[in-house]
């Protein structure tokens, strides 16, 4: 079966420090992979996406990059943290095709002071 | 703009009661999915139930199952026999197709409370 890891669960972490998050899939191959961000009380808004190594989508301009080293790893990363960037961070991945179900990880919840 | 809009932020209701949650959604698509995900005080999104835009058959799952009206843009989920558990925040969604893989559009949410 699928597994979708992410670390670390909580960060704190001071305005203009980097950021570092990691998400990881076992069980599949070759995975869709989403980055989302939930603010607090609100819904999901997805702000990377990847369909293969290398191969990075960016949905909304922001402070942040995101990186696919691996074909199971995906990484959302900045160099320099603004106080908007906390929040809940949750990764995802899908079989391609359409209609796929995302399945989500346990989330990343980021405060920056 | 493809949106998607839950017009009840919270709903409460007893235990072993049914409980409807409403959601509308606004897309140019022809052949979309459409989903409930639910998020428990953990926060982990976990998947409800999933309707295929082109099957006309409601999907059902369990004591879950969705009233889909294609026509009106309109995907309720209906929980009977409601559980302690089930108390959660409950997000609508609906995919975009963008190159190559699936964006899902998210409404905001209602949060459900199932009380004793």
Partial sequence: SQTIHQWPATLVQPVGSPLSLECTVEGTSNPNLYWYRQAAGRGLQLLFYSVGIGQISSEVPQNLSASRPQDRQFILSSKKLLLSDSGFYLCAWSHGGPGETQYFGPGTRLLVL | ?116
């Fill in chain 2, 1 to 116: 703009a493809q949106t998607v809009t839950q017009s009840q932020p919270e709903m409460s209701v007893q235990e072993a009661e049914t409980v409807t949650l409403s959601c509308t959604y606004d897309t140019s698509e022809n052949n979309y999915y459409l989903f409930w995900y639910k998020q428990p005080p953990s926060r982990q999104m976990i998947l409800v139930i999933r309707q295929e835009a082109y099957k006309q058959q409601n999907a059902t799952e369990n004591r879950f199952s969705v009233n889909f009206q294609k026509a009106a843009k309109s995907f309720s989920l209906k929980i009977s026999d409601s559980q302690l558990g089930d108390t959660a925040m409950y997000f609508c969604a609906f995919t975009q197709i963008i190159q190559g893989a699936q964006k899902l559009v998210f409404g905001q949410g209602t949060r459900l409370t199932i009380n004793p």
